[in-house]
């Protein structure tokens, strides 16, 4: 009888509702048309402050996977704060405040580009600035760990086995490398997933990976496909809360998914790179872009 209620203890809290909070700009001047990419400093200060006020606990990706995988216990409130691209932004909006809070989190590198810009949204304006090494030791020393999201940002879907393989994996070596520290996790670029990339993730040696799926990660999901809460510059404090908590109105609920078709309807801004093998793609409605 203890056994069955401890396994019972042990699997309610494997399954742990913990929201994984995936930003990327955090900046007051977003090129026009990615205002729902960016949150201003001034929200992304008000929002860590809202976390710190209601007693969250800003945990790390590796606490969160050994918990998954070990059972390791969680503090209260747990959540995951991580950033996609790593753009420049991120050093004058994002890390001051997490800084001077103490709250962990991870910011996601395009391995080989950093010091450089962020092609991807180049169409939207002047590219943006990624973060230099220089910025990234800084913030190392700080509250910051530090993951790969690929080496050059591409749609790994569309790459050829080998490629999308160099880029997950070599990814990994280049911030390693860097760092000097080993680097555990690892996020996928423009929402691309399929179980073929998950596979390489986990070959590459990672040990979880983020997708950009849409919910809370409850152990129902997949260590390398960790699902997440996008925050966007349309959230406000209130809408902010709901959505930690897990209670959405239907609207916001709904408003990612319909991001997401009005952008498959529009032609494509990303032109893919020429001819290349396909690797097999699982599409899934519940993602979002970049
Ligand atoms: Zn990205």
Redesign the pocket.
Known sequence: MLSNKFHTFLRGNRRTRVPVLLY?MVSDEPAPGLEHYAVSPAAFRQQMGWLKARGYAAISLALLVDHRLNGRPLPPRPVVITL??GYKDNLYGAYPVLEALGLEATI?L?AGLVGQE?F?VSTFGPPAKLLSWEDVRAMARGPITFGA?TIT?PHLCQLSTRQAQEEIAGAKTILEDRLGREVSFF?Y??SDFSPVLRDYAAGAGYRAACSSLLGFSDGADDIYALRRLIVGGGDSLEAFGRKVRGRPTGRETLRPFLRSIKRALLPMRLESQSKREMAPRVSNKRRMD?
């Open positions: 990327h996609d691209d996601f395009v962020a991807w999201h940002h996020s670029p423009f970049h």
